[in-house]
């Protein structure tokens, strides 16, 4: 069974931090570029980061310099580490395997998803 736990999610200060987790499994995690996608009430759901099968890395613009992605790929977990996080960073933030790194969800070629976990951060 293929599955993506994400995990991490809670309330925070605006100016604090979060690291979300995404383990995955019942799938060749080596194989698939993970991303972080968000969707907040009323938006359109909003990529934020991805990691290719190489370890590159893309942030979001409006993310960048605040967020960083990283990966285990001993553990199969991909993490998410959020510093200085906004209250325009509330959302449900999801994990989402793909077949390239890329944040434009218009480009993305999903292939599994993840449940979410509810990031809100307070003013």
């Known amino acids: 069974e293929v599955q993506l736990q994400a995990s991490g999610g809670g309330l925070v200060q605006a100016g604090g931090s979060l690291r979300l987790s995404c383990a995955a499994s019942g799938f060749t995690f080596d194989d698939y570029a993970i991303g972080w996608f968000r969707q907040a009430p009323g938006k359109e759901r909003e990529g934020v980061s991805c990691?290719?099968?190489?370890?590159?890395?893309y942030d979001a613009d409006s993310v960048k310099g605040r967020f960083t992605i990283s990966s285990d790929n001993a553990k199969k977990t991909v993490y998410l580490q959020m510093h200085g996080l906004k209250p325009e960073d509330t959302a449900v933030y999801y994990c989402v395997a793909m077949g390239f790194c890329t944040v434009d969800s218009a480009l993305a070629d999903f292939r599994f998803w993840g449940q979410g976990t509810q990031v809100t951060v307070s003013s």
């Open positions: 990691i290719s099968t190489h370890g590159g890395t």
